[in-house]
């Protein structure tokens, strides 16, 4: 797989030229899970009925050390596939979608390990940041996150413009989903995740602000969508 890796001020310089340049022209084998189709309908969700600011959120201890501009980044992890659909809107305006935004995620494999860090400090894995399109959209192709000790199960997600950040928050999902993905292929080793939703010290107090509405299954692949509302 090819990867485009450059530094973190080169790429928002690069992204945003692109932006401005953009508007003037315009494994284990494991029998098949029953699907499920979870998640939530609060601000955060892809499903919201209110338009409403995403909760903000730590970026976590182990944010990208380059910028990766890419879809795809499993990098050949292994794991559960996720076709990961973010939407970014702007509260200001009705929920209207932002576009021209870098969306940039960064999680854990299914070992629950980052990359850039600890003994995977030579690996770059499960990171990538996309620029939305008109109606605010990005698509990531991951794998679906594993566990660490101590933290619900989650995706990091940042949005800029123009070099400014905008919002940092983090992706929940179902304790169902979760109980279903960690029982299969590579994941079961490990098993569940001690560390629900509730328990989290980042979602116990908002997480039906920021629960991704998910489907699939993990023999045939998962999908999930998330909607972030900024203050633009």
């Given at each position: 797989m090819e990867r485009n890796q450059i530094g973190r001020r080169e790429a928002i310089a690069m992204l945003g030229a692109a932006g401005a340049a953009l508007m003037a022209g315009c494994g284990d084998t494991t029998p098949a899970s029953p699907t499920t189709t979870t998640g939530g309908t609060a601000p955060g969700g892809s499903t919201a009925a209110a338009c409403a600011v995403t909760p903000t959120e730590t970026v976590g201890p182990y944010p990208s050390l380059s910028d990766f501009i890419r879809s795809d980044i499993r990098e050949g992890r292994s794991g559960a596939a996720l076709t990961l659909a973010i939407t970014v809107v702007n509260t200001n305006n009705n929920c209207a979608p932002v576009e021209q935004a870098q969306v940039e995620i960064w999680q854990c494999d299914a070992t629950g390990n980052y990359s850039q860090?600890?003994?995977?400090?030579?690996?770059?894995?499960?990171?990538?940041?996309?620029?939305?399109?008109?109606?605010?959209?990005?698509?990531?192709?991951?794998?679906y996150p594993g566990w660490y000790q101590g933290r619900a199960t989650h995706i990091h997600v940042e949005v800029s413009?123009?070099?400014?950040?905008?919002?940092?928050?983090?992706?929940?999902?179902?304790?169902?989903?979760?109980?279903?993905?960690?029982?299969?292929?590579?994941?079961?080793?490990?098993?569940?995740?001690?560390?629900?939703?509730?328990?989290?010290?980042?979602?116990?107090?908002?997480?039906?602000?920021?629960?991704?509405?998910?489907?699939?299954?993990?023999?045939?692949?998962?999908?999930?969508?998330?909607r972030i509302g900024i203050a633009a």
């Open positions: 860090y600890g003994s995977q400090v030579a690996q770059t894995f499960l990171r990538g940041i996309q620029t939305t399109n008109s109606d605010g959209g990005v698509t990531f192709t991951t794998i413009r123009n070099g400014s950040s905008l919002k940092v928050t983090q992706i929940a999902f179902p304790e169902s989903t979760n109980a279903t993905v960690y029982a299969t292929g590579v994941y079961a080793a490990r098993g569940s995740n001690p560390t629900s939703n509730a328990r989290d010290n980042i979602f116990a107090d908002s997480i039906g602000s920021e629960l991704a509405t998910v489907s699939g299954d993990p023999a045939s692949g998962l999908t999930a969508s998330f």
